[in-house]
Structure formats: structure tokens, C-alpha cells
Nanobody, 121 residues
Framework: QVQLVESGGGLVQAGGSLRLSCTASGSIFSIGAMGWYRQAPGKQRELVAPVTSGGNANYADSVKGRFTIFRDNARNTVYLQMNSLKPEDTAVYYC???????????????WGQGTQVTVSS
């Protein structure tokens, strides 16, 4: 059984910062890519930033220069540092991870439960 647990969401004023974290626990052999998505009311879920196991990251154009994704492989944790937040960043943020739960098994993508980020103007 594998779980992803997120934390760090909340209410912040425009221009402020938040740091989200997501920790994978349970029966884990290895973790490949991890990432963050978000879904605003009435919109489709969109990719914010993925990061490989080696630490290579990419960003959606809308967050480049403001958000940073990084991970601690020893703790099975991925973070999203969000600076200069804007009202349009308001959404539920979801983490995911591509996990192999035992040697020889296939990779499966797991999702966190989501954490609300609200940015007031």
C-alpha cells in the first residue's frame, strides 16, 4: 500500500509565498518522476512542474521564475516552493509520483489527496 500525503496549503495574500510538500510512504522499492498539478474551479487539471529522480525539473510557463520544485530522495518527498503568488494561482494542488513497489513490478502513478491554495488580491 502506497500513500502520498500533502501539506502546506493555505490562504496567502498576493505577492506572498507558500511551500507545499508531499511525502510518499508504504511499500516502495523506487520512485521515478514526481510532480505537481493543480486544478482551479471550472478548469481542467494542469501540470505545474515535474521533476525526475535526478532532479531535472520543468515548469509551466505560467509559473516559471516564481515556483521551484525540488525533492529529497532520502525522505521520498517532493516540494513546491511558490513565490510571488498571484490570485490566478488559486487552485487545489495535487502531487504525484511514479512508484515501483517491489523489484520486478511495473511502475504505477500515485496521487495525493490535494491541498487548497488560495491567493487573495
Amino acid at each position: 500500500q502506497v500513500q502520498l500525503v500533502e501539506s502546506g496549503g493555505g490562504l496567502v495574500q498576493a505577492g506572498g509565498s507558500l511551500r507545499l510538500s508531499c511525502t510518499a510512504s508504504g511499500s516502495i522499492f523506487s520512485i521515478g518522476a514526481m510532480g505537481w498539478y493543480r486544478q482551479a474551479p471550472g478548469k481542467q487539471r494542469e501540470l505545474v512542474a515535474p521533476v525526475t529522480s535526478g532532479g531535472n525539473a520543468n515548469y509551466a510557463d505560467s509559473v516559471k521564475g516564481r515556483f521551484t520544485i525540488f525533492r529529497d530522495n532520502a525522505r521520498n518527498t517532493v516540494y513546491l516552493q511558490m513565490n510571488s503568488l498571484k490570485p490566478e494561482d488559486t487552485a487545489v494542488y495535487y502531487c504525484n509520483a511514479d512508484i515501483v513497489f517491489r523489484l520486478g513490478s511495473s511502475t504505477r502513478r500515485y496521487w495525493g489527496q490535494g491541498t487548497q491554495v488560495t491567493v487573495s488580491s
